[in-house]
């Protein structure tokens, strides 16, 4: 290509993009310049920047937020894990090996993508009450990964089958099995591959709030539950919350995955246009 | 060749199903755990649900038998109807915005000049991921506040008379739940079209310039043809999200005021949570999975007649 000029087509092309694209960002800089405000500040100006700052409201959000910030970090990160462990393992299956019924039962993983959220939301809700961890981790956990497990397998699938054989028969030849060829040749040849279904996978369970809502005490409560919490009911309720306060615990919530992308954006970016998810 | 128990080859085809059987244990061992999960949190819970809208369950004691009891109930609720409606709605708007926004955005940014460029404003259309869908509800939530941002705005652009409890009002709380989240360009699909319109080669913009079709006329008559996969899985995501979807009106409105905001989805979560209704709520979740998979049947026939 090359061309850089900037004709007034182009002008006013990145114009559009560039105000679209802040009103896009918009609630992140609400967030923020109010996170700082006290409640006068709050009711005078919803927009401007704040003179006189007032961070005391971080160490109010921190209070109350920390706990589920913490449990969440802890699900997310055991359940994308598990996810991909869990998944490389059946990948490898369909994509390596051959034995009977290898069909029926990708099939079978498949057709998982049919069955809609909220038809399983309530069984599995009084199921995981009825087990003995119904105020755990695992609670959560659990059912994320499963509910991860088509996705993964789709996309690690065709990975694994990309993998040259040669390089394969090789290895099997130096006497490798199974597990030994899924550890030291298929994962780290598909490691980016592995990180895309990773961060896909992430924000999902990050943002996850129904389940959480009903099977997890107040112990390990996830983040998004304790947002609507501590929000108090909702916009609809007469009392008005600490604004500051609540913006600030807004803010803290989006810090992890920030920090996040900052790292692995394009990975997110190639798993989303490479293909592996149009199905 | 045999080097592997289990590892694929060509002469596997050849053998007994026994001595594969045999041959291939450590397939089946790799896939235990997943199909342990998959059937113990999900085809299980479905497989409940199922039943049990046939049922008078409460969710703890024996379910009875109850035939079609429930489901003739659903049918003649009237506010069931209602949600229905107001589902109709929210599918045919949340469709529109899922589709419009992130194509105007894609096709700007394919046609900037430059791949840095490019690149730059891609990311930054998906960097607003980054805010987590539940902060975004309750942020939009205090805009729509009597002393929200909304009014406070109207106000001061000399509107104030359209100053509005728009949550609270009956007429606007189902629409500002369908609009919120201005300006809707959700990053999957602005990456999903974009993607798609890199893949379209470049002889056939080459071809569209020479016969005279640039700016919206190539649009219309190049991108959007050939843009038709991606639009069309972005059409069947969006109508089949938003026929679950009562994240918004259960934080929010809790389906108020009235049942302006109620949608059958969130009528089944309440029957079953605020009620202890789990037989009839079940019903309810059949009816709309019903929905679901006929709308996936329709789009996949749809897509494939017009190949």
């Given at each position: 290509m090359g061309r850089t000029g900037f004709t007034a087509g182009e002008v006013v092309r990145q114009a559009i993009l560039i105000a679209l694209g802040l009103l896009a960002l918009f609630p992140l800089y609400f967030t923020t310049v109010n996170s700082f405000k006290d409640r006068v500040q709050y009711a005078e100006n919803l927009l401007n920047v704040p003179t006189r700052l007032h961070p005391e409201n971080y160490a109010l959000a921190w209070a109350q937020v920390q706990g589920p910030l913490v449990n969440s970090v802890v699900v997310t990160v055991t359940s994308v894990l598990a996810t991909l462990i869990l998944a490389s393992l059946s990948a490898y299956a369909f994509a390596l090996m051959d034995f009977p019924g290898r069909h029926l039962l990708f099939a079978l993983t498949f057709a998982l993508l049919l069955v809609p959220d909220f038809l399983t939301l309530i069984p599995l809700y009084v199921q995981i009450r009825n087990l003995t961890l119904p105020s755990n981790y695992l609670a959560i956990i659990l059912p994320t990964v499963a509910v991860g497990q088509p996705f993964a397998i789709l996309?690690?699938?065709?990975?694994?089958?990309?993998?040259?054989?040669?390089?394969?028969?090789?290895?099997?030849?130096?006497?490798?099995?199974?597990?030994?060829?899924?550890?030291?040749?298929?994962?780290?040849?598909?490691?980016?591959?592995?990180?895309?279904?990773?961060?896909?996978?992430l924000v999902p369970v990050w943002n996850e709030y129904l389940l959480p809502s009903l099977v997890l005490d107040e112990a390990h409560r996830t983040l998004p539950v304790a947002l609507v919490n501590f929000q108090g009911g909702g916009a609809a309720t007469a009392v008005t919350p600490n604004y500051g306060a609540l913006m600030a615990s807004y803010v803290l919530a989006a810090v992890p995955l920030l920090v996040l992308f900052a790292f692995l954006m394009r990975y997110y970016i190639q798993g989303v246009t490479s293909g592996g998810v149009k199905g | 060749m045999t080097a592997l128990p289990g590892f694929r080859s060509g002469s596997a085809a050849s053998r007994s199903v026994l001595t594969r059987l045999r041959r291939n244990w450590p397939a089946y061992l790799f896939l235990?755990?997943?199909?342990?999960l998959v059937g113990y949190f999900a085809y299980y819970p479905a497989y409940i649900a199922v039943t049990r809208a046939f049922t008078d369950w409460d969710g703890l004691n024996t379910p009875n038998f109850t035939g079609l009891d429930n489901f003739r109930r659903a049918v003649t609720d009237p506010v069931m109807g209602e949600a229905t409606k107001n589902m109709g709605i929210w599918v045919v708007l949340g469709t529109l915005l899922a589709l419009v926004m992130p194509l105007i955005v894609a096709e700007l940014v394919f046609h900037l000049r430059g791949r840095r460029r490019q690149y730059a404003y891609r990311t930054l259309f998906v960097i607003p991921i980054v805010i987590p869908s539940l902060v975004l509800l309750l942020v939009w939530g205090d805009f729509y506040r009597s002393d929200g941002l909304l009014n406070q705005l109207l106000g001061a652009v000399g509107l104030g008379g359209l100053r509005h409890e728009w949550l609270g009002d009956p007429h606007t709380a189902l629409y500002a739940l369908i609009f919120l989240g201005f300006p809707y360009i959700d990053a999957f699909n602005f990456l999903l079209l974009y993607a798609g319109l890199q893949a379209i080669p470049e002889d056939v913009f080459d071809a569209a310039k020479i016969d005279g079709a640039t700016g919206l006329r190539r649009v219309l008559r190049v991108d959007l043809p050939l843009l038709r996969p991606q639009l069309g899985l972005i059409a069947m995501l969006a109508i089949i999200g938003n026929v679950q979807y009562y994240i918004s009106p259960l934080v929010?409105?809790?389906?108020?005021?009235?049942?302006?905001?109620?949608?059958?989805?969130?009528?089944?979560?309440?029957?079953?949570?605020?009620?202890?209704?789990?037989?009839?709520?079940?019903?309810?979740?059949?009816?709309?999975?019903?929905?679901?998979?006929?709308?996936?049947?329709?789009?996949?026939?749809?897509?494939?007649?017009?190949?």
């Open positions: 996309v690690l699938r065709a990975a694994f089958e990309a993998i040259p054989r040669d390089m394969l028969e090789a290895a099997r030849l130096d006497g490798a099995g199974h597990l030994q060829l899924l550890r030291r040749i298929v994962l780290p040849i598909s490691l980016p591959v592995l990180i895309s279904v990773a961060i896909i996978r | 235990l755990p997943t199909l342990l929010l409105t809790s389906g108020g005021p009235g049942y302006a905001t109620t949608v059958p989805a969130l009528l089944m979560f309440q029957t079953a949570r605020r009620d202890g209704d789990f037989g009839y709520a079940m019903a309810i979740a059949f009816l709309l999975m019903l929905l679901v998979v006929v709308l996936t049947l329709l789009s996949r026939l749809i897509s494939r007649g017009n190949r």
